[in-house]
Nanobody, 125 residues
Framework: QVQLVESGGGLVQPGGSLRLSCAAS????????IGWFRQAPGKEREGVSCISSLYGRTIYADSVKGRFTISRDNAKNTVYLQMDSLKAEDTAVYYC??????????????????WGQGTQVTVSS
């Protein structure tokens, strides 16, 4: 059974940092592209970042470029999203997802077969 579990969310002040983790069981994450998506209340789910399987190609949404960093630790079967210089508009539930094609995208959710349950990130003073 495939399971993705996000952790690391919480309440942080503007300008602060958080590191989200996506731990997998039932699959080997480096065989998959992993995407991070977020959904704020009343808004559609949007892609934040992804990392491909073969070459570790990374993609970032313009809104987070230069502030967020996605990385992979194959030994721990975990993907991370380091979030720095957080803004109030980053407040959302963050989800990780796995795409068996290995390619990855942040413009669509349909390629992703497996999803985590989400972790809340709140940026507020």
């Amino acid at each position: 059974q495939v399971q993705l579990v996000e952790s690391g969310g919480g309440l942080v002040q503007p300008g602060g940092s958080l590191r989200l983790s996506c731990a997998a069981s039932g699959i080997t994450l480096d065989d998959y592209a992993i995407g991070w998506f977020r959904q704020a209340p009343g808004k559609e789910r949007e892609g934040v970042s992804c990392i491909s399987s073969l070459y570790g190609r990374t993609i970032y949404a313009d809104s987070v470029k230069g502030r967020f960093t996605i990385s992979r630790d194959n030994a721990k079967n975990t993907v991370y999203l380091q979030m720095d210089s957080l803004k109030a508009e980053d407040t959302a539930v963050y989800y990780c997802a796995a795409d068996s094609s290995g390619v990855g995208t942040i413009v669509a959710v349909t390629p992703y077969e497996h999803w985590g349950q989400g972790t809340q990130v709140t940026v507020s003073s």
